[in-house]
Structure formats: C-alpha cells, structure tokens
C-alpha cells in the first residue's frame, strides 16, 4: 500500500521531534541542570535517563518520546521536559507542535520595556497616519500624534481601553461615519482576545465596565459573535479636513506577544493621506481635538 500524506506527515514530524529534542540535550551541560557531578563531567549535554529523571519521568518513556515513539503525551509531561531543557517559550510551543498537540498560548518572554522604545519610534514614524499600540485587554499604552489628532487617543477624561472608548466617547463617535458598520466586528474580534486567554480577570472586567456603560455593547456582547482581529475599513468626519477613510490593521510583535499595534493606512483613491498631512501640520495640530460641536 502506497505511503499516505497524513502518514509521511507523522513520520516527518516524528523525526523532526528526535532531532529537536536531541539537539536541545545536548547544549544543556550537566552543570545547568544541577547535577552533582555537573562540574566535573567532560561528556557534553545530558544523558536521555538524566534528562527523565530531572523531568521526573520514566526512563524508557522519555527514550520513546525522543525517538518519535507513538505514545501518550501531556502538556504536563511537556512542561517538565521543557523546563529540564531550558526551553525559551518559542522553542516549548514547537515541542508541542512536534508532540502531536495544541501549543500553548505565547507570552512575552521579556521584561515590560523590552522593544517599547523601537515600537514608539516604529508609529511615530507612521505620521502622518495613526497608530497606536494595545496590550492583551485594549488599553492603549502608546499611540502617535496624528492617533491623538484622528482618534482622540490621549484626550483627557477618554478611556485608555480602546473598547470603553468606542462605545463610550461621545467625540469619537460623532466623527466615526463607520461606528454602526463596526460596532458589531470591534465586539467579536474582543470576544475572540477573550477567548485566547480563557479565565482571565483582566478581560472580565474590560467587558463588565462597558456593559455597564453602553446597552449597546451589552446587546452586541450577548450575540457571542467571535471574530479573528485582521484588517477593518474605518470611515471618520473629521471637522477640520472632513472624511478620513482608512484600513486599519492589526499587527503583532512575536518578542512582545502582550502587545498588538494597530495602523491606519490611508485607502487607496481617497485624498485621506493629503488631508492627514493638513491635519498634522503646525496649525492643524492646534485646532486638532476640538470637540465636534465646537
């Protein structure tokens, strides 16, 4: 019988999962995982026995494990092995992918300010378009001048939290032409950050304040529309240089997997790039956030 795809599948990833894991044994010394003899060993890396006991399995489990065997594995079992051998979070996600289960979530791997310099100069030198820079629950933690100008990001009394803002700033949604359009999207790509961190307080209580300050959130909450973030068309009124049309995308930083950083770019054959260039010019700038109705 001829080799099925699915079949030379595994056997790929089985062989990828014994180079993988042999290449990681080996550039763990003894010394790192604590042995007693570790300092004194000329042999490089760790044994597979030495390796199974630190990860507090069997010996001839772990022996099948590296050689590809097909058996029953845990993300407990996982975790153990991967913390024996000093894994990074990317390194530990592709066990999983090599073990035949679902990767766990990433996270970042370095300390809060790691990149935040790089990723403000990165939307800064996006003007004159907005961008700005979310963590896991939509609060802004860094946007450029034409976000502010455009978006109101920064404005006193405005909601740092992009969700309590859209349904809540009574400026950006008269100047939002799209906001009934995307009310309904905004709301399921939430649900959908949600869900990748299931049980978390954090998302709880994002969704408990804006339901308790817009019907309208609540009522869009309680369809359970879940939606992937990506790519959205937002249309603004802007009372100084008029309609502002733009897609916005959501990009993500694999060091820094916390944040997400949103662009507008201006639509194809609109004149909205001219119009943001008036805008943040020195006289736009001043005259930038006044209220709409003033």
């Known amino acids: 019988m001829p080799e099925t ?12 999962l014994r180079d993988f894991l ?3 044994r080996a550039r763990v010394t003894p010394a790192e995982a604590g042995l007693p003899d570790g300092g004194r060993r ?21 022996q099948w494990l590296e050689q590809g065997r097909d058996i029953t594995v845990s993300p407990q079992v996982l975790d153990a092995v991967a913390r024996v051998l000093r894994l990074s979070g990317a390194e530990r996600r592709h066990l ?27 939307i800064d030198a996006w003007m004159p378009f907005p961008a700005h820079i979310m963590d896991p629950y939509w609060n802004t933690v860094a946007h450029n001048e034409a976000a502010h100008l455009v978006l109101g990001h920064g404005r006193p009394g405005v909601s740092l939290n992009c969700l309590v803002a859209f349904f809540t700033d009574p400026v950006y949604r008269a100047r939002a032409a799209s906001w009934e359009a ?17 049980g978390d307080e954090g998302f709880e209580a994002v969704v408990r304040e804006t339901a308790e300050r817009s019907e309208e959130f609540a009522e869009l909450w309680a369809r359970g529309d879940v939606l992937d973030g990506g790519q ?33 770019n201006p639509r194809a054959g609109t004149d909205t790039a001219a119009r943001l260039e008036r805008l943040t010019s020195p006289q736009g700038r001043r005259g930038g956030m006044y209220s709409v109705a003033g």
């Open 96 to 122: 999983y992918v090599l073990a035949g289960l679902n990767p766990p979530q990433p996270h970042a791997e370095y300390d809060q300010d790691h990149l935040c310099d790089g990723l403000q100069r990165l």
């Open 182 to 198: 995307n009310a309904p999207l905004v709301v399921a790509q939430f649900r959908a950050a949600c869900s990748a961190r299931p």
């Open 232 to 264: 959205m068309h937002k249309e603004m009124d802007h009372p100084l240089v008029g309609a502002l049309l733009f897609e916005s995308t959501q990009l993500q930083v694999p060091a820094r997997p916390d944040l997400t950083i949103v662009l507008h």
């Open 42 to 62: 000329r042999t490089p890396g760790l044994r597979r026995e030495e390796v199974a006991v630190l990860a507090g399995v069997g010996a001839s489990w772990y």
């Open 22 to 24: 042999m290449s990681r």
């Open 5 to 16: 795809t699915a079949a030379r599948d595994t056997s790929r990833r089985r062989q990828e």
